[in-house]
């Protein structure tokens, strides 16, 4: 669905200010311009070393072992060498259990050892893939709301928060309340608007909720989609989940 909605040729420029994997970006890229951000600084960076050298990035995520040891040998050293943090970066986020990306109170990475079946570790050839797909993109570690000092009219903002509720049945949940609030959802409201106020075009994706459903009425386009959703911890809702989607590209 979203790949019918967004077009990459259509808009001035591409604006994704939770980038996350950044999947959408890449799987639906490249675009002329990007500014890509993410208020996890470590994410940035580790996109920056790939983006600046993606076949070191590969090989040194790629001679770690695949081991308990080396994995939590690496979870508690952090290198002073850029490159090295973002292989580490890929390393840990590949190893870890589900994939989840969670720090301490101290920003100490603390995710277990994922015991998986099998290391998807990206090649050497995907990295260079991304890399050049980032090349024409701009990276900033910054929360979401300070994009808007770059959209212009005829910009594309895609918005894909943390989603801070159990999907379809219960109310807000707790779990989430430090990684993205209720007062989060209204200040990306309030983002929505200023967007709009400038004539750019946005896509919100965000769990399938009433409370969602009336805090981002805004007289656009509401879209029920399905989503698989393989990352998360014991707390998150796995398997395929409602989500909403909202635009004013239709
Ligand atoms: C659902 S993920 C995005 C997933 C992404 N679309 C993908 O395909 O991988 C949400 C992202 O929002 C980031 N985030 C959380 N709070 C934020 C904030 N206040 N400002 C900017 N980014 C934030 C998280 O670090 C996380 O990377």
Redesign the pocket.
């Known amino acids: 669905m979203l790949r019918e909605l967004i077009s990459q040729g259509s808009f001035r420029a591409y604006h994704?200010?939770?980038?996350?994997?950044?999947?959408?970006?890449l799987g639906l890229g490249p675009f002329r311009r990007a500014v890509l951000?993410?208020?996890?600084a470590e994410?940035i960076e580790a996109f920056e070393g790939i983006r600046d050298a993606p076949e070191q990035v590969a090989e040194i995520a790629h001679a770690h072992g695949f081991d308990p040891e080396t994995y939590y040998h690496l979870r508690a050293t952090v290198s002073v060498d850029k490159i090295e943090r973002a292989a580490r970066f890929l390393y840990l986020n590949h190893m870890s259990f589900n994939g989840i990306?969670r720090v301490n109170l101290d920003g100490i990475y603390n995710v277990p050892f994922g015991r998986r079946k099998n290391v998807n570790m990206p090649t050497a050839d995907q990295l260079v893939d991304v890399a050049s797909r980032l090349k024409g993109a701009r990276l900033v570690a910054?929360?979401?709301?300070k994009c808007i000092k770059d959209v212009r009219a005829g910009d594309l903002v895609?918005l894909?928060?943390?989603?801070t509720v159990a999907h379809n049945n219960n109310g807000f949940v707790k779990y989430n309340q430090r990684?993205?609030s209720w007062d989060?959802q209204q200040?990306l409201s309030r983002l929505i608007d200023e967007i709009k106020g400038i004539g750019a075009y946005y896509v919100l994706?965000n769990a399938a909720h009433d409370s969602i459903g009336e805090l981002f009425e805004k007289g656009d386009c509401l879209l029920q989609t399905r989503r698989r959703n393989n990352i998360g911890g014991n707390n998150a809702v796995r398997g395929a989940a409602t989500e909403y989607l909202f635009t004013n590209l239709i």
Do not use: C, I, K, W
Request: charged fraction near 25%.
């Open positions: 994704e200010p939770f980038l996350g994997g950044g999947s959408v970006f951000s993410d208020s996890n994410l990306y910054r929360d979401f709301a895609f894909d928060p943390p989603y990684l993205f989060d200040r994706t």
